[in-house]
């Protein structure tokens, strides 16, 4: 074999090489001879079958799968040779062997993976946002809960702010009813915001069986493209008024919580140990961010696009199933645009090459018993963690994802123990943004 390696940019590779004709034809010929022992041909007994029958009906299949595996060898031989780390899949071009061809000739075109550089994090300052949990806090979460549970009773008295709306409309543009326009029986909460404003502005103040009119111009970039920018008259009859009811904090509650004997203490502090984990993998997303934002900024690097091009691929299908999951499917003559997901991807990679480096450098590597204690805090959420540790430990894959998180909590710890660092009180409504 013979293999010429040329230089085509920064990161791109060219490997030309041949291998003697005779190798190939020699393995050939092998293959038919094994093949011979036991291929069965009308007319001939098993294991009789002249070579050349043999070679007459398969030797072109075998050549090709010979070809084949050759191109793969060989490839493979001189990429350990030359010490060159491919990244992504290699491009393949084949002169095609004629009669008498003393060689059979190929390119493969590639890039390899860049020397990686980690910066300076000592350089970098991260904010460390610090938080406890409070009563006050815990209160809060149970009132959000009550919430969730409201339930409501119909009232005779106008409606106002918090309370369930159920009307008849119907509407219509130049006199003539649209799609969409009309209902039944629709309830709407007035201030969740379901309904337009210029909508929902005009239920407060009425009562069971009153009727209204009124004009809506509905915004230029309403999601409804046929009625965007243009008025409507809307026609109104409220059928019901109905006031929110929140239920008590009484051992009922409790018990619809999971706590079977309604204990409040045992609630609250079942809420507050809900509340310090959500608290904590918070704070650490968030110091995490900092620390990776901080390690792509210290590093020049340069990325491989067959990477960026396979890291999209894989953002564009979990986006697909994610959509799938919601009733959109996409068709798959209709892909999603990979401009969509160009920055994200080559954000990950960047940082998939620069957390590398890190770790084998700084010696970061997950040991077991860290990823004993990854697997046992993600299972405490869970109602029976044993099993849920049983679960993790069955698959090799499972298992590597928690390596994975391991892996990055060490870099995190390592970058902290490097950088300087502002610990930084945050509230608990900033900390819990629109979910809490």
């Not at 299972?379 to 298992?399: C, G, I, M, N, T």
């Amino acid at each position: 074999m013979q293999a010429n390696l040329e230089t085509l940019g920064s990161l791109e590779r060219k490997l030309s090489i041949a291998v003697p004709m005779a190798e190939i034809n020699g393995e050939v010929e092998n293959r038919l001879k094994r093949l011979a022992r036991t291929v069965k041909i009308s007319g001939f007994r098993p294991g009789k079958v002249p070579l050349k029958v043999v070679a007459q009906q398969y030797g072109p299949q075998v050549r090709q799968e010979v070809l084949g595996d050759t191109l793969q060898k060989t490839f493979g031989d001189a990429v350990n040779e030359q010490k060159l780390r491919v990244a992504g899949y290699p491009k393949f071009d084949a002169v095609p062997p004629v009669d008498g061809a003393e060689e059979f000739q190929y390119s493969a075109t590639f890039e390899v993976y860049p020397e990686v550089v980690v910066g300076d994090v000592a350089k970098s300052t991260l904010s460390r946002p610090v938080l406890e949990v409070s009563d006050a806090d815990v209160d809060k979460t149970l009132d959000i809960m009550r919430k969730q549970r409201v339930s409501f009773e119909k009232v005779e008295r106008a409606a106002e702010s918090g309370d369930r709306v159920t009307m008849d409309y119907v509407g219509k543009i130049d006199g003539t009813e649209f799609a969409g326009g009309k209902a039944e029986g629709q309830p709407v909460v007035l201030g969740e915001g379901r309904f337009l404003p210029e909508f929902e502005k005009n239920l407060p103040g009425m009562k069971a069986g009153d009727s209204k009119s009124f004009e809506l111009k509905f915004p230029d970039d309403y999601a409804g493209k046929e009625v965007a920018g243009k008025t409507a008259v809307f026609e109104v009859k409220v059928n019901e008024v109905a006031a929110p009811k929140l239920p008590a904090i009484d051992a009922e509650f409790a018990k619809t919580l999971g706590i079977a004997d309604g204990d409040l203490a045992k609630m609250r502090a079942e809420v507050r140990g809900n509340l310090e984990r959500e608290v904590k993998a918070r704070l650490k997303a968030r110091v995490k961010e900092q620390v990776m934002d901080a390690l792509l900024a210290a590093t020049s690097l340069e990325v491989p696009k067959s990477l960026i091009d396979m890291e999209i691929d894989r953002l564009r299908e979990m986006a697909k199933q994610d959509l799938a999951s919601r009733g959109i499917p996409v068709r798959d003559d209709m892909p999603l645009p990979a401009d969509l997901f160009e920055k994200q991807a080559q954000r990950r990679v960047s940082l998939g090459l620069i957390l590398s480096e890190v770790v084998r450098g700084q010696n970061l590597q997950a040991k077991p018993e860290q990823v004993r204690a990854a697997v046992e805090e993600q299972a405490q959420s869970y109602e029976h963690p044993q099993e849920v540790v049983k679960w993790f430990y069955q698959s090799p894959d499972r298992l590597r994802d928690i390596e994975s998180v391991v892996l990055e909590e060490n870099v995190v710890t390592w970058a902290l123990a490097t950088a300087k660092v502002e610990d930084k009180a945050v509230t608990f409504d900033e900390l819990m943004g629109n979910t809490q």
